[in-house]
């Protein structure tokens, strides 16, 4: 039995098709599975050699994990990892274990829903590192499957050469040198093919339901680089129907169904956008360190050799030397129309300009610069390349031609061989591989009988692994973090294993908390890879109450309060109930130091939440505020000698050391009670400060950047006078008049006895929530020892929920006249209009799925119903 098309006549030609002979059917039908199999397998199988003949993780000691590989992804991973075998102190939507409790579920559609994201679970978890890898690995590998299957619907031609220009897209210069590093990204090279091949089913009339899936499934794995694949896709489609003979009522159908479909998709897709956008709205804002995207118009075209790697930024935009060529070539492939070359020339010298131009950089990158790599969209330049490189290939360049686009490589190599990104490996690819390839596709285009032509497109292949790999390969040579100093091991070395150990003995959670600690381990979230409920937490998604409520009670952070890090003075810790804290030990070894500490939940009577003396608006008042008690002496401080400059009416102006000598330490001294314990909070501090009798010190403030934290200096001695002297690393600080604080340590003991006498009688906690029994009739202000960002809620006795108060910074609870338990649970902000997001978008789907079926129900039914004879008319008097 034959249908009718659905797709009207005149679209057809927009496909850019050619009707297939009978006789070749079955032959490309074999091959439709094989290529893209064959790609995944080239690509995969390029990238792990450049990494082997170098040594790099996992196939030798050079460490891969760098940066935010190292900081973020793995411990998010191993968190994943925790979550997969139940042993995680949280779930999906909220985090305990990381800054002394954080909202998660903006983290997770973050980093880690890649599909492949999944596959930690089955390796052991200190090899979280290995799952990693393959995550990237295997995007790669799908990215160049779907590519090969795009590429034919753009254009009829060889599977096997589109194989091969898909394995320089799946491994272009962005995913070896920035994807890689940030795997969740890599999803994008899987993204811009497969939103290819949906746009492709809207220009044909097909599989609308399928389409919209393919969208939603991009958007859900990553929204980031599925919104710059989205832009991308939309280019060529646009680009592909301007190309078609067919008239605008039909572009206009396909725009309709491409626009319905991507709608459909960012409905279903709706959590994501919509958690992580608001995530992001209520994050710390980091649009004070954005990275400039000015890029040097020869640094730019540099940047299409294979195997560059740029000191400062630029868009790392190689898709290997066969894409290159047939780039070049393409002004001069008269099979192709005029028209055409034309339209695809302009594709992709506007897209590469909109690159460097801030509006429209801005556009690619979701309306705002990243504070970090400003080039993220450069995989879509990438993509670009390899269309257009096929597009020429599809209808096989004359000789003439392909040495025309030789000579522009060659042009091309003496206008930048002596920039810095063009190292000795991009030259040798750029003239001895350039060279292999032009003259392989010279004899292929000379019409060939077919052994030969096998022949000729097996050493076209040879050429592309080989130069593939060896670009990977000087990328990781020059790459290597070892240039920069010793290299130290990533994650759960013996080392981690036994911190993990002694953390497991000492955790009482939820009755307290075991800290990590500060100065074990070098990621910026250790409390994801050793356990624990610590404060180390590095994510973009730290909330701004998080972040401040933190930092105003003495915690210090960096990259713009995006990296919380450890409480190290007592009062903090006492605040967040932490009981056990990790400390080092000599070489690989680590103890565990625990202090006594109040519960999760404690009382603040009525009226405790004031400074007890403290200069107003100091940390020293803020923390007795939040504590309910009086700890703290903040004496005066005097200059005693060294370099100063005036007094101002907040501190102290210091001088930038000019040598090593002593002479060069500028002295204050403050008169303290004998015994106590002396502190410092100088948050804009970058320097190193010296105690009496104490250890040196190092304060990296940098603000806005890099807030200091509490430091202890030395105890005070038993003449109640104590100094303790700063070196200034920049002139022009200022040291607060109110810098030192004196901590009674009895008055401090004192005050957590009380809080754990009035405190929770019991405390519960489950993924996301938390409920505590309290004292019969206690009145004043529940106090849980973790910030209050939005999205929690909390009762009283099982009342209404209501949004809890911010108590210096801490979630507070109301009591009332008198309450015997209380219970919060945090709900992420704009899941539940995501979820709403959801629903619409599969109504949407099984109105399209029951249209067809309902309309030929309906076509059956009137066909074989009878005909009703009409009734007589009555006459206009009823009779």
Not at 231 to 257: E, F, K, N, P
Not at 489 to 512: F, I, V, Y
Not at 814 to 820: E, F
Request: aromatic letters at 8%.
């Amino acid at each position: 039995m034959t249908t009718a098309s659905t797709t009207p006549a005149s679209a057809r030609p927009a496909a850019g098709r050619r009707p297939r002979s009978a006789n070749t059917a079955g032959g490309r039908n074999l091959h439709r599975p094989l290529a893209p199999l064959a790609a995944a397998l080239l690509s995969m199988a390029a990238y792990a050699a450049g990494l082997a003949a170098h040594g790099t993780y996992p196939f030798g000691p050079a460490p891969r994990a760098v940066n935010d590989l190292r900081h973020q992804y793995v411990p998010f991973h191993t968190y994943l990892w925790d979550l997969q075998h139940g042993t995680a102190q949280g779930d999906l939507f909220f985090n305990w274990q990381s800054g002394y409790g954080v909202g998660f579920l903006g983290d997770f559609l973050t980093y880690l829903t890649n599909p492949f994201s999944w596959l930690t679970g089955l390796f052991p978890r200190e090899h979280t590192e290995f799952s990693v890898f393959l995550v990237s690995l295997f995007s790669m590998g799908l990215a160049a499957a779907l590519m090969t299957v795009f590429l034919g619907r753009l254009r009829p031609g060889s599977p096997w050469l589109r194989a091969l220009l898909a394995t320089g897209y799946a491994v272009c210069g962005w995913g070896v040198v920035e994807g890689t590093v940030v795997p969740m990204w890599t999803w994008g090279l899987v993204a811009l093919p497969l939103l290819g091949i949906a746009a492709d089913w809207a220009l044909t009339g097909r599989r609308w339901v399928l389409g919209s899936l393919a969208v939603a499934l991009c958007w859900f794995a990553n929204f980031y680089t599925a919104a710059m694949a989205t832009i991308a896709a939309a280019l060529v489609l646009s680009l592909r129907l301007l190309l078609a003979d067919t008239d605008w009522r039909t572009r206009g159908r396909v725009l309709w169904r491409a626009g319905t479909m991507t709608g459909t998709g960012l409905l279903l897709a709706a959590p994501a956008v919509l958690v992580c956008g608001l995530a992001n709205a209520q994050s710390q804002p980091t649009d004070r360190f954005v990275v400039s995207v000015a890029t040097e118009p020869l640094t730019y075209l540099a940047m299409l050799l294979p195997g560059t790697l740029p000191k400062y930024p630029a868009p790392n935009v190689f898709a290997g030397i066969l894409a290159l060529l047939l780039v070049l070539t393409l002004p001069f492939q008269s099979k192709v129309r005029v028209k055409e070359r034309a339209g695809w020339s302009v594709l992709l010298l506007l897209t590469a300009a909109s690159f460097v131009i801030t509006p429209t950089a801005k556009l690619w990158q979701g309306m705002t610069l990243p504070h970090g790599a400003p080039f993220r969209e450069s995989f879509v330049l990438s993509g670009l390349m390899v269309m257009a490189a096929w597009i020429c290939l599809a209808h096989m360049p004359r000789p003439r031609a392909l040495l025309g686009g030789a000579g522009l490589l060659g042009v091309l190599v003496l206008l930048t061989y002596d920039l810095q990104p063009v190292n000795d490996y991009a030259l040798t690819l750029a003239l001895l591989g350039g060279a292999a390839v032009t003259a392989l596709l010279v004899l292929y285009a000379r019409g060939l009988r077919r052994p030969a032509r096998i022949a000729v497109v097996g050493l076209l292949a040879a050429s592309v692994f080989g130069s593939t790999a060896y670009a990977v390969y000087g990328i990781a040579v020059l790459h290597d973090p070892r240039h920069r100093g010793p290299a130290r091991a990533q994650t759960m070395t013996e080392l981690g294993e036994h911190a993990r150990a002694a953390l497991a003995r000492q955790d009482a959670w939820p009755a307290g908390r075991t800290d990590p600690g500060a100065g074990v381990f070098v990621t910026n979230n250790d409390s994801m890879l050793v356990g624990g409920q610590g404060g180390s937490y590095y994510s973009s998604y730290v909330s701004v109450e998080t972040a401040t409520g933190l930092r105003d009670l003495g915690l210090g952070y960096r990259m713009g309060g995006r990296h919380l890090l450890t409480a190290q003075d007592p009062v903090l810790q006492a605040l967040l109930g932490i009981g056990a804290v990790l400390e080092p030990a000599g070489k690989d070894r680590v103890t565990v130091r625990t202090t006594a500490a109040p519960p999760l939940v404690t009382v603040r009577e009525p009226g405790s939440d004031r400074a007890y003396g403290a200069p107003a608006g100091s940390v020293w008042a803020r923390q007795q505020a939040a504590l309910g008690a009086k700890v703290y002496t903040v004496p005066a401080l005097a200059h005693a000698g060294g370099p100063a400059g005036e007094r101002t009416g907040s501190g102290f102006t210091l001088r930038k050391a000019q040598g090593e000598g002593l002479d060069q330490w500028t002295t204050f001294t403050a008169r303290c009670t004998p015994g106590a314990r002396a502190f410092l909070y100088a948050p804009g501090l970058y320097g190193v400060v010296r105690g009496e009798n104490g250890p040196k010190q190092g304060f990296l403030g940098d603000p806005p950047l890099v807030s200091a934290g509490m430091k202890e200096l030395a105890p005070v001695p038993a003449d109640g006078r104590f100094s303790f002297a700063v070196r200034a690393g920049k002139d022009g600080q200022v040291l607060p008049g109110d810098a030192l604080g004196c901590l009674d340590a009895g008055a401090l003991d004192a005050r957590v006895a009380q809080l754990k006498a009035t405190g929770a009688v019991s405390v519960g906690t489950g993924g996301h929530s938390i409920e505590a029994e309290l004292p019969k009739g206690s009145t004043g202000t529940a106090v849980v020892a973790t910030t209050a960002p939005q999205g929690w809620t909390c009762s009283v006795d099982g009342g209404p929920s209501r949004e809890p108060v911010s108590y210096q910074g801490l979630l507070g609870i109301p009591l009332g006249g008198g309450a015997d338990r209380v219970s919060c649970a945090y709900t992420p902000p704009g899941l539940k209009a995501g979820l709403a997001g959801t629903a619409l978008g599969s109504l949407a789907l099984a109105g399209a799925l029951l249209h067809p079926t309902a309309r030929r129900r309906l076509t059956a039914a009137r066909s074989s119903t009878p005909a009703r004879p009409r009734a007589a008319a009555l006459p206009r008097n009823g009779t």
